[in-house]
């Protein structure tokens, strides 16, 4: 009898702790893109042949890009090989701009650059193109933390044009700041010696389409409204 009760206390417990919601914490974290829902091969023009005339007026505008960059360039690079949506807008956005005041924006970013890591990731290796500083090691130093995965497209510049995108629509009266402060940190990965300047070409295509693709999601525009309320709020808009 008594392990009877057990038993039927114990089923009990199981069918209670079934019936409870997932926990915030794990409810709808996966990105709003993968490669699965967007496949970049059909966006992106391939890169130039390694060796060829292309590939090599690429790489002089690396070398070009590292020589004229003075001390405060390099440190700005180096500043910018963080991929938060903070270190990217921080000064276009002002002291408010923070994330322990902003939980929705920041969770809202967060997803987006989990989106450009799943969808970015897996085409690397089709397009196979080798990162400045390891193509030509004589020329091109790595003057930020380096990575070896494929140069193309940048990474960095998808998930800056994804989220100038996104932060223009939330803050257009800053529209024109955003987007040259996108600019100055995709070239920081010139400067940083891991990208050349046709992989920054293929990032801005990426985050573009990565873009017009979260718009069309339910999940991500319910997100937005909230995160967009949040922030305008926080700025005093």
Do not use: C
Request: aromatic fraction near 8%.
């Amino acid at each position: 009898m008594i392990a009877r009760r057990t038993l039927l206390a114990t089923a009990a417990a199981f069918a209670l702790f079934a019936a409870l919601p997932a926990p915030a914490a794990r409810a709808g974290e996966e990105p709003y893109i993968t490669a699965k829902t967007l496949d970049l091969m059909n966006f992106l023009p391939p890169p130039p042949v390694a060796g060829s005339a292309e590939d090599m007026a690429d790489r002089a505008a690396v070398v070009a890009a590292q020589k004229a960059a003075g001390p405060e360039r390099v440190a700005l690079a180096q500043h910018d090989a963080e991929e938060t949506i903070y270190v990217m807008f921080d000064k276009v956005m002002g002291d408010k701009f923070k994330a322990e005041a902003l939980p929705l924006t920041s969770k809202l970013f967060t997803r987006l650059g989990e989106s450009e890591d799943a969808t970015i990731d897996p085409v690397k290796p089709a397009y196979g193109r080798v990162r400045p500083y390891l193509a030509a090691p004589e020329e091109i130093k790595a003057q930020v933390k380096a990575s070896k995965s494929g140069s193309y497209p940048s990474g960095h510049t998808t998930r800056v044009t994804l989220s100038a995108i996104v932060l223009s629509a939330m803050v257009p009266e800053k529209r024109a700041e955003i987007w040259a402060r996108a600019d100055e940190y995709a070239w920081s990965r010139v400067v940083g010696g891991m990208h050349y300047p046709r992989d920054l070409d293929g990032g801005r295509r990426a985050g573009t389409a990565m873009a017009a693709t979260a718009f069309a999601d339910a999940k991500f525009q319910a997100d937005f409204a909230a995160a967009r309320a949040e922030l305008r709020a926080a700025l005093g808009l």
